[in-house]
């Protein structure tokens, strides 16, 4: 099925590991995002790509890389997780307005 | 910075009541704005995308409308089913990015 697919959708991580939060996407859309969404709060942007080899900032990037090497993955990286990542994490591609969500990856830090 | 409100954070009503939600933003130069809804530990689903020089869309039971100019935009649902029950978020968005409100839950009672 067409579609992003995220991957783990549950994760739970000591404060200092680090992970990658994986992100596919089949529909050849240059453009993904990642946002993060806590509790009584709306998605917030952290970082985005235009396309292959391109990436930029959104609202909330710090703790957090990205890359894009190809059009069809977006990984997010927490270097050193820390409990205020804890948090749901939601990746999206879209063709112009024409977004698909992901079902999101739950991470929590202790 | 956008900001998004919306109001009320939580609706319950019985089967069949026409409901109206509602959205507000403070920077008027928006590209469009959608309204989504996200059921429990999934993703984000499209329902409505209005353009910045549209005033209203439709989409079945579902209309909303956009004030540009007064940054307000309303979803209205017409005899609300208990598959409604939801949270609905508003999402105004210009140069590649969304700004989320933190929603509106939904409950329709059988």
């Known amino acids: 099925n067409a579609g992003v697919t995220q991957t783990p959708k549950f994760q739970v991580l000591k404060t200092g590991q680090s992970m990658t939060l994986q992100c596919a996407q089949d529909?050849?859309?240059?453009?993904m995002s990642w946002y993060r969404q806590d509790p009584g709060m709306g998605l917030r942007l952290i970082h985005y790509?235009?396309?292959?080899?391109?990436?930029d900032q959104g609202e909330v990037p710090n703790g957090y890389n990205v890359s894009r090497s190809t059009t069809e993955d977006f990984p997010l990286r927490l270097l050193s997780a820390a409990p205020s990542q804890t948090s749901v994490y939601f990746c999206?591609?879209?063709?112009?307005?024409?977004?698909?969500f992901g079902s999101g990856t739950r991470l929590t830090v202790v | 910075k956008q900001e998004v409100t919306q109001i009320p954070a939580a609706l319950s009503v019985p089967e069949g009541e026409n409901l109206v939600l509602n959205c507000s933003f403070t920077?008027?130069?928006?590209?469009?704005l959608q309204w989504f809804r996200q059921d429990p530990g999934k993703g984000l689903t499209s329902l409505l995308l209005?353009?910045?020089?549209?005033r209203e869309q439709t989409s079945g039971r579902l209309n909303a409308s956009l004030d540009k100019s007064s940054g307000r935009s309303t979803l209205y649902i017409a005899a609300s089913q208990p598959g409604d029950s939801a949270t609905y978020l508003c999402?105004?968005?210009?140069?590649?990015?969304?700004?989320f409100g933190s929603g509106t839950k939904l409950n329709v009672k059988p």
């Open positions: 999402a105004p968005y210009n140069f590649n990015k969304f700004y």
């Open positions: 209005i353009q910045s020089s549209q």
């Open positions: 920077d008027s130069a928006i590209y469009n």
């Open positions: 790509s235009v396309g292959a080899g391109i990436t």
């Open positions: 529909m050849n859309h240059e453009y």
């Open positions: 999206a591609s879209s063709y112009g307005s024409s977004y698909t």
